[in-house]
């Protein structure tokens, strides 16, 4: 793959596509049929953001990086650190010049492009500093994931139906970044992520917790469906539950990689049960 392809995470970019379909069919269902042109136009903008994001983050942690993923076009030679980083802030504008035309043509509300470009603030303000502050630095990573779905709501002009699945993604994203971190420690050593700074058992309680936060109120979140959306959604995010405290229980066993995998995995489980409460 070129090397200007493979370090936007092309995998990760249309997953976020997905995210951003999934949010705004969680907030109108079979409605959104009629959207196509909203929904594209977002969902190019927000590939455009995550890959300008990725870039930049490869760009912040090309020395780290040695360490924990050699492979990488950075720490590998195959691309040099001036141009990625103008690679970065060309896919960042054009997701934001995308957004923008959509508003000013009356496409699409300002809503989303004031998510987009407060995500981008934060981004920035996590690869110039939060990275380094353990917890804060999660909680952010965790905000900007969650925000995806908020964002695809946004793009349908109603994303309060998308609220709980934002919530819940905040507190499982959370769990996944201490898990992570966690994963990375040998490699991290000279950066204050949360393992590094309270110890890996600490920090996996802390993961614990959210984790069992987003397991509660996904449970609470069935009320808001009815009949065979509301059994569907509970069968589906039991599932999503139980994997992702197996990925937790994983983790806490000293298998992170598995861990945070798993975690990811039932984080999809969940977003098909929203899909099924939306679409029945």
């Not at 030679?77 to 923008?100: F, I, M, S």
């Not at 699409?108 to 690869?127: F, M, N, R």
């Not at 990689?257 to 990811?264: E, P, S």
Request: hydrophobic share 50%; net charge neutral.
């Amino acid at each position: 793959m070129h090397p200007y392809l493979e370090i936007t995470r092309p995998a990760n970019c249309v997953l976020t596509a997905v995210g951003v379909a999934v949010g705004a069919f969680v907030a109108v269902g079979p409605e959104l049929a009629g959207m196509a042109p909203q929904l594209a136009l977002g969902c190019g903008a927000a590939m455009a953001c995550v890959a300008g994001g990725n870039v930049l983050n490869d760009w912040f942690d090309r020395e780290t990086d040695r360490a924990n993923h050699p492979q990488r076009p950075l720490p590998s030679g195959r691309l040099q650190p001036a141009a990625a980083l103008r690679w970065a802030l060309v896919l960042l504008a054009a997701g934001l010049a995308t957004l923008a035309a959509g508003w000013l043509t009356g496409l699409l509300g300002a809503l989303p492009l004031a998510i987009a470009g407060g995500g981008c603030l934060l981004l920035g303000g996590y690869e110039t500093g939060l990275k380094a502050t353990g917890l804060p630095g999660n909680v952010l990573i965790g905000l900007l994931s969650g925000a995806v779905f908020l964002y695809g709501g946004s793009l349908t002009g109603d994303p309060g139906p998308a609220l709980w699945l934002f919530t819940l993604a905040v507190l499982a994203s959370v769990a996944r970044e201490i898990v992570k971190d966690v994963q990375d420690l040998a490699g991290d050593r000279d950066r204050r992520t949360l393992p590094a700074t309270i110890g890996t058992p600490r920090a996996l309680a802390l993961a614990a917790g959210a984790l069992l936060t987003a397991v509660a109120l996904s449970f609470y979140t069935g009320v808001s469906f009815d009949g065979d959306a509301r059994s569907g959604y509970l069968a589906l995010v039991a599932a999503a539950n139980a994997v992702m405290l197996y990925g937790l229980w994983q983790a806490q066993q000293g298998d992170a990689r598995t861990g945070q995998k798993l975690l990811k995995q039932g984080m999809w489980v969940a977003m098909a049960a929203f899909i099924i409460g939306a679409g029945l």
